[in-house]
């Protein structure tokens, strides 16, 4: 099983734990939610858009963890791409009716399009601005998963001078692979979290609100420890 040997390495193992044990709390919560006809007046079909995105959201995170528990980093990154754009769209649909309705109806349907849209009318459609942007995210998780980033992927296979020609990464990761699965822990904490934001004017469960904090301190370590 993996585990972080870099710096700061029993403060990020208890990261990665707790993002897991966020993930599962995570799935529980949002899909109470968008299950429950209760809690929106969506039509059944944009119900079910919605419960097919959010379900490929968390078994995309759950391959994520999973796949960088066995090494399989790059599968790994793969999957926490598909989360996250998954995210996108289900942020996009959410937002404006009107974009549920072209999801559904236009075959020539642009994610893009509607996150411009929607950044050109932000005081319409977000009324806090976020720091972190899914989109931007996903792009740099492209630009690893595509080999744009050739240094940050070449580097990663070397450890001690030895390459890893397996489907795996090796036993051992090298620090340069640690701290790309470091930077992406937190992207996904930081996605997870924006997403989860979406489902809170249906109620709060007391539980899952006292988990949150709990992990949000430990990610403004995070920031002190790393920044």
Excluded: W
């Amino acid at each position: 099983m993996f585990e972080f040997t870099i710096r700061e390495n029993e403060f990020l193992n208890e990261f990665m734990n707790l993002l897991s044990e966020y993930v599962n709390k995570s799935y529980k919560f949002t899909m109470k939610y968008v299950t429950n006809p209760a809690l929106s007046d969506m039509r059944e079909n944009e119900r079910l858009v919605l419960i097919v995105l959010n379900k490929s959201i968390f078994q995309n995170l759950y391959s994520f963890i999973k796949l960088n528990e066995s090494n399989m980093q790059f599968a790994a990154f793969a999957c926490l791409e598909n989360a996250v754009n998954a995210m996108r769209l289900y942020r996009v649909l959410c937002i404006n009716p009107n974009y549920m309705h072209d999801y559904i109806t236009n075959s020539g349907f642009s994610l893009e399009f509607c996150e411009n849209e929607m950044l050109d009318n932000q005081n319409e459609y977000v009324k806090d601005t976020e720091e972190f942007s899914l989109r931007e995210f996903s792009i740099g998780l492209n630009k690893f998963n595509t080999f744009e980033l050739k240094n940050a992927s070449i580097s990663s296979q070397l450890v001690d001078g030895n390459i890893y020609l397996g489907l795996s990464c090796g036993k051992q990761l090298g620090d340069d692979m640690q701290n790309e699965i470091r930077k992406s822990l937190v992207g996904a904490y930081l996605s997870l979290h924006l997403h989860n934001k979406m489902f809170f004017n249906g109620g709060i469960d007391n539980e899952f609100e006292e988990f949150e904090d709990n992990i949000y301190a430990r990610f403004l370590e995070y920031i002190k420890k790393f920044s």
